[in-house]
């Protein structure tokens, strides 16, 4: 009967804090506001996490094809590299303005920090998933509810060797003609 | 009693100084921004550029911008039937033409 006092008494101040805090306005949705680093790592681990799990069973197939890079190519420049970026450029109003900020996918593994990196068909694996599904809350969207998964793996092979283009074999991959 | 004056003044004036600079020149730059990134062409790939010594052939970067480069040569070519031309097309003065071409392009804007 003890415990059961105590329960409902930590049930009710939880949720009294919780409410609290959601309509008192005091928490700041800003996005050129960062998030605590508390809050962001709590935010960083469920999301890794969740896209590790959700993506463990995707097959991946030959991402080694010429048609694919040509295909992902011209998409990335269309789609993503407004907020992801391009060879020779470091910086745009996107990647300026939203948090969390898009990582530059012109970068390898080796040269962006915040997460660890797995074997490449691990990242594979994980791309696809998020260009599919996206990220919520955040800027990423879905990309899976306008593109069949033949155009999401063409965009997974292109960003894998985006970090090796020079801008002039960028601008020709891309080029729509 | 002026002297005094004055030196608050400058004081006042220093401290003003001190926000509105850094805030005016803040702001510049936030709105300083050529409209021209914003603008997204459907560019031609530009395959002058493309230096083949460089290239490994076997590499899937170095296939697909051949692919893409071939194909665009393929399409410029098939633009202009030459078996429905005139024969007596000088072709000698086409060059020159192309040049004017490109020429008045490049001042048109
Ligand atoms: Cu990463």
């Known amino acids: 009967m003890r415990i059961l006092k105590l329960l409902l008494l930590v049930v009710v101040l939880g949720t009294g804090t919780a409410t609290t805090i959601m309509y008192s306005g005091i928490v700041n949705v800003a996005a050129d506001e960062p998030h ?17 799990k959700a993506a463990q069973n995707i097959k991946v197939p030959d991402l080694e094809d010429p048609e694919m890079l040509l295909m992902g190519g011209t998409d990335y420049e269309f789609m993503c590299s407004s907020c992801h970026l391009k060879p020779g450029q470091s910086e745009s109003d996107m990647s300026i303005g939203l948090y969390p900020a898009p990582p530059n996918l012109t970068l390898s593994n080796e040269e962006h920090v915040g997460h660890e990196h797995e074997n490449d068909e691990q990242a594979s694996r994980k791309s696809f998933w998020v260009i599919k599904h996206g990220i919520k809350a955040s800027a990423m969207p879905a990309w899976g509810k306008t593109h069949d998964d033949e155009r999401i793996w063409a965009m997974v092979a292109f960003i894998k060797r985006l970090p090796t283009l020079t801008q002039e074999q960028y601008q020709i991959l891309t080029a729509v003609e | 009693m002026k002297t005094v004056l004055i030196k608050t003044l400058t004081k006042k004036v220093t401290k003003i100084a001190l926000v509105l600079i850094p805030a005016l020149t803040l702001s510049m730059t936030a709105t300083a921004h050529d409209p021209s990134m914003h603008v997204k062409k459907a560019e031609k790939a530009d395959c002058s550029k493309m230096d083949h010594s460089k290239m490994d052939m076997k590499d899937p970067v170095a296939m697909a911008m051949m692919k893409k480069c071939m194909k665009q040569a393929e399409k410029s070519k098939g633009q202009m039937d030459h078996s429905k031309m005139d024969k007596n097309m000088d072709h000698s003065t086409m060059k020159k033409i192309d040049d004017k071409i490109s020429e008045n392009e490049q001042h048109n804007h």
């Open chain 1, 36 to 52: 605590s680093d508390f809050v962001y790592w709590l935010l960083e681990e469920t999301r890794e996490s969740s896209i590790k």
